[in-house]
């Protein structure tokens, strides 16, 4: 909840960029809330209207464990590590 | 593993300040290693307080970074999990009007009710005599986890 408002901000000044494709490197995060799954969703969409191709990777385990049980693996597009996701 | 907790273990008394969910975060994520639950187990049950507190914060004080929450941590009268028990003073709330969105409906927010509801063994949210709320959550380490830290 409290790191919510910075991360939407990164995702947002770099989504107004243009990239081809957007790719978040979750490894560094061990936890999310809410809060951050709604910042997740919110992303999703913003780079859905800008298509922009949004990528995950390295989900650690208590992430992937949250985002299934919101059922939003199968929303984002996953990957294990940050060469899979520009690959991909 | 080691003795473990008197029942209650833990009672903490915080201000409605989400800078302040980080340290109760890792004080139970402490005492949920030492009871024996696995690291998931432990992350579904902090994530699941998280999400009451939050609800606390932002709907019961709305917003009011002084109003008074309570967190009571105890193990389970058999041993084998954790209970973590909030209190407040904020308004009540009807826990028949909090509803999560449709899990199919794809957009930010609404998942806080789904959460805390799945990710716990057990899980209360009733309205005080005294006014305000208590949420009750539970959640118990697994057989193999209890095997392997026995």
Redesign the interface.
């Known amino acids: 909840?409290?790191r919510s408002p910075v991360m939407r901000k990164t995702i947002t000044d770099s989504l107004q960029k243009k990239p081809t494709a957007l790719v978040l490197d979750l490894s560094g995060v061990p936890?999310m809330?809410?809060?951050g799954?709604?910042?997740m969703?919110?992303a999703?969409?913003n780079a859905r209207k800008g298509q922009t191709p949004l990528k995950l990777c390295g989900l650690t385990?208590?992430v992937k464990?949250?985002l299934e049980?919101?059922?939003?693996n199968t929303?984002f597009a996953i990957f294990d590590t940050r060469e899979q996701a520009l690959q991909g | 593993m080691s003795e473990p907790f008197h029942d209650p273990a833990i009672h903490l008394q915080i201000l409605s300040r989400p800078e302040l969910l980080a340290p109760v975060r890792a004080l139970v994520n402490t005492m949920a290693a030492h009871e024996g639950l696995d690291d998931l187990a432990a992350c579904h049950l902090i994530l699941a307080m998280d999400e009451a507190l939050t609800n606390v914060i932002r709907h019961g004080y709305d917003g009011d970074p002084n109003g008074r929450i309570w967190i009571a941590v105890s193990t389970l009268e058999d041993g084998a999990g954790i209970r973590v028990v909030i209190e407040d003073r904020a308004r009540t709330v009807d826990p028949e009007a909090l509803q999560s969105r449709d899990l199919e409906d794809i957009r930010p927010g609404g998942l806080g009710m789904h959460l805390m509801r799945t990710l716990v063994d057990r899980f209360e949210h009733l309205p005080r005599t005294d006014g305000g709320m208590r949420v009750v959550l539970e959640k118990r380490a697994t057989p193999q986890t209890a095997a392997t830290t026995a």
């Open positions: 909840m409290a936890y809330d809410s809060s799954l709604a910042t969703v919110e999703l969409q385990a208590r464990s949250i049980i919101a059922r939003l929303v």
